[in-house]
């Protein structure tokens, strides 16, 4: 509290007139959602990162995610650096698109695990660094401040009025991650442009609610500018399009190619003759102030065995703990530790290779030495949902490293506790498809560079 009554006392130097809009105005009614694509970049892409590099920094993320998302199951975007970051930015997408009239760029993380969508402000008193120039409300002919009656507002997990510098009965907002990460500011409205699924133009949408944020702390070391929430709740990006789904297709990490983001799929998504599309209900969890995607993991099978897992391991209790999720913001995926050493201990039972020692390979996955420029057999991972199978290709479960040090292929799967995490290293090359409207998710291979 002592921090709020501090913030409420700092100038905001607005000069000119804005409009409160009513809550009417925020509501969507005649956007062409199958005309809405996001170009996403991976945080590592084009940083001239060696595979070592680039497996112990994702191994480093992801572990640190898991941590955050188990703590308290609040909405998590950021990690801070803990035993496990080792000063590695934890930034996995982000989003390309802009706000206001005429059109100032943002890029945003794109994160399924939380709500608000925010970017910092002019004038940006307590801030991270950007290369791109803080959004300037000034410079917007579109911009409005949002009232603190209006029920965007209420959906904040902490909002007031604001009062003197702050504007009377603008909404004001704190919004906290699950790693002690915060933004400060307040709710407002204005245009969004994102460009035409088609690769051809642009699509702008008028009204879209967003925090200015003017006092913002984390680790944020990948020229983001905020955080794009694509959550379950009210103020996310889909729930504000009032889409009936969204989708996203990540290229390789080892690559530098964009990925591609859909608000509102096209209705030939899966119309290829031949393709096979695997779709699991979404389960609500409503006992968590995670604001994630929960999905029903049944079993795993290596190579033709399934394993001994029962499905409690991976099952939502009544207390909203456990459960399995799919996650934008984590790199590898995460399984509770009874489960991951059956993985482990089954891939080295099969992996007809040497078990690489941890320490000297200075990180923490099972790895396995290698021929030179080779990929040795390694056994099938598949992935038993409720109603569906993924069948992982190796190149999404196995990590090749060639140096110094020698050859060697790693698992990419860390071991928790708790809560199942799908990562997005599994979810490379494949477009998954959130279905909102029907509650599921559908995911099928795709060539993600060619969406």
């Known amino acids: 509290m002592?921090?709020?009554?501090?913030?409420?006392?700092?100038?905001?130097?607005?000069?000119?007139?804005?409009?409160?809009?009513?809550?009417?105005?925020?509501?969507?009614?005649?956007?062409?959602?199958?005309?809405?694509?996001?170009?996403?970049?991976?945080?590592?892409?084009?940083?001239?990162?060696?595979?070592?590099?680039?497996?112990?920094?994702?191994?480093?993320?992801?572990?640190?995610?898991?941590?955050?998302l188990l703590s308290g199951r609040a909405a998590s975007a950021r990690v801070d650096p803990g035993p496990y970051t080792d000063g590695v930015p934890d930034t996995e997408y982000?989003?390309?698109?802009?706000?206001?009239?005429?059109?100032?760029?943002?890029?945003?993380?794109?994160?399924?695990?939380?709500?608000?969508?925010?970017?910092?402000?002019?004038?940006?008193?307590?801030?991270?660094?950007?290369?791109?120039?803080?959004?300037?409300?000034?410079n917007s002919s579109t911009f409005a401040l949002l009232s603190c009656h209006l029920p965007m507002c209420h959906n904040l997990p902490w909002s007031s009025c604001g009062k003197q510098n702050w504007g009377n009965n603008t909404c004001v907002y704190v919004y906290?991650?699950?790693?002690?990460?915060?933004?400060?500011?307040?709710?407002?409205?204005?245009?969004?442009?994102f460009a035409a699924a088609d690769g051809t133009g642009q699509a702008s949408v008028p009204g879209l609610a967003f925090g200015c944020g003017l006092f913002n702390n984390g680790i944020f070391r990948s020229n983001e500018t905020g955080i794009a929430g694509f959550g379950r709740g009210a103020l996310s990006l889909p729930s504000q399009l009032k889409v009936e789904n969204f989708?996203?297709?990540?290229?390789?990490?080892?690559?530098?190619?964009?990925?591609?983001?859909?608000?509102?799929?096209?209705?030939?998504?899966?119309?290829?003759?031949?393709?096979?599309?695997?779709?699991?209900?979404?389960?609500?969890?409503?006992?968590?102030?995670?604001?994630?995607?929960?999905?029903?993991?049944?079993?795993?099978?290596?190579?033709?065995?399934r394993l001994p897992i029962p499905e409690?391991?991976?099952?939502?209790?009544?207390?909203?703990?456990?459960?399995?999720?799919?996650?934008?913001?984590?790199?590898?995926?995460?399984?509770?530790?009874?489960?991951?050493?059956?993985?482990?201990?089954?891939?080295?039972?099969?992996?007809?290779l040497p078990v690489r020692n941890s320490t000297a390979s200075s990180f923490t996955q099972l790895c396995f030495s290698a021929p030179p420029r080779a990929k040795p057999d390694v056994p099938k991972l598949v992935l038993h949902f409720e109603a569906a199978t993924l069948d992982l290709p190796r190149e999404n479960y196995m990590f090749e490293i060639e140096d110094t040090g020698g050859s060697f292929t790693c698992l990419a799967i860390n071991a928790g506790d708790g809560l199942t995490i799908i990562g997005n290293y599994q979810q490379q090359n494949m477009h998954v498809l959130y279905d909102l409207a029907n509650n599921k998710l559908s995911f099928v291979p795709a060539q993600c560079n060619r969406l």
Not at 108 to 126: E, M
């Open 2 to 68: 002592k921090q709020l009554q501090k913030i409420a006392i700092v100038p905001l130097l607005f000069e000119k007139t804005v409009l409160l809009l009513p809550f009417l105005a925020l509501i969507i009614s005649c956007c062409d959602a199958a005309a809405l694509r996001l170009h996403a970049t991976h945080a590592d892409a084009g940083r001239g990162l060696t595979n070592r590099e680039l497996l112990h920094r994702m191994a480093v993320r992801s572990k640190a995610r898991a941590v955050r």
């Open 94 to 138: 982000l989003v390309h698109l802009a706000v206001g009239t005429p059109p100032q760029p943002v890029q945003l993380i794109l994160d399924t695990g939380s709500d608000l969508v925010w970017t910092q402000c002019q004038p940006c008193q307590a801030c991270f660094d950007q290369t791109l120039p803080y959004f300037d409300t000034f």
């Open 176 to 193: 906290s991650y699950g790693d002690n990460s915060i933004t400060t500011g307040h709710l407002d409205a204005d245009t969004f442009t």
């Open 247 to 305: 989708s996203y297709c990540f290229t390789a990490i080892t690559g530098s190619e964009p990925s591609t983001v859909l608000l509102g799929a096209p209705t030939n998504l899966y119309s290829n003759a031949g393709v096979v599309v695997q779709s699991t209900p979404l389960i609500q969890n409503s006992s968590s102030s995670l604001s994630a995607y929960y999905i029903s993991l049944k079993g795993i099978t290596v190579g033709s065995t």
């Open 312 to 352: 409690s391991a991976f099952a939502l209790k009544q207390d909203g703990t456990g459960g399995t999720i799919i996650d934008s913001g984590t790199g590898m995926t995460s399984l509770p530790q009874d489960a991951y050493k059956l993985v482990h201990d089954a891939f080295v039972a099969q992996v007809k």
